[in-house]
């Protein structure tokens, strides 16, 4: 689409403008030479200039920068946190839950690229901000989920508790944030505990194995329902929590001088550095 301008517009003219005073008639232009005539065509010939040319269509959200204290949305962001997982474990449905406290049954659409809501949350008196990427399931994408885990201080690994698949898929992304995201602390995260409810027998991923996985791993584990709203406050209550808890210790160690390089859990160190 062509730019509009601005401002007011000109009347148009009734006629043929006519040029007055003394160099009216030398300001007359003289007839192009065969030179100004083989400029003219070839200018129609011309590409266009890059500025010129159409807009590619934007990306669903810009992968962000850094991990926190970055501007995401308009919004200062404390805290970034990623959520991963297989495509329909119910990432997108966490988030719906968690930001605006509804669960939309409706046919499931996958989601495309990533999405970013900002939660403000409350720990004691401080107030952070966590700026949550909810990115594509599909195998298809999940080239672009590492650009989005990149820098992320928490990651919501999430399986669907009545599919084993799932949890395998999980395992996947905790090797990925293990071996290129030391600094992130992960959650992991059985969803749609409801069904389990409903039906014992649909459970297709043992509590007692996740949780040992989770130990071995040093995650915290959660199993909630979008649905039904169980345990997804929690589950970003005790994100924002360590996000704060972790910092303020380091900020407290660094203040008494003690010599980072000595800890002997880097996973702890980087997770809360700014
Ligand atoms: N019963 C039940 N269904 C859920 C729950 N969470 C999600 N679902 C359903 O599972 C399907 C997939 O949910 P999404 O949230 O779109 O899954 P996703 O992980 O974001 O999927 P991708 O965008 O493809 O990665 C949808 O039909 C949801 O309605 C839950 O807690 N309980």
Redesign the pocket.
Known sequence: MGRRRSGPRRPARSGPRLLGGRHAASARPAPPGPAARFRRAAARFRRPRASAAPAPPRPVVAPPRGGGGARMSGRRVDAKVV?L?????????????CAHRR??????????GAAFVAKVMSVGEQTVTLGIW?????ERYEAMSRIYYRGARAAVV?Y?LTDSSSFQRAKFWVNELQNCEEGCRIYLCG?????LEEDRRKRGVDFHDVQDYADEIKAELFE?????GQCVDELFQKVAEDYVHFTAFQVMTEEKGVDLGQRSGAYFYSCCHH
Do not use: H
Not at 103 to 112: A, D, H, S, V
Not at 134 to 138: E, F
């Open positions: 959520l997982g297989q495509e329909g474990v119910g990432k997108s449905s966490l988030v719906e839950r669960f939309r049954p409706g046919p499931y659409q996958n989601t495309i909810d990115t594509a399931g599909s999430c669907d969803t749609k505990s409801d069904l909630t329902s979008s649905k039904t």
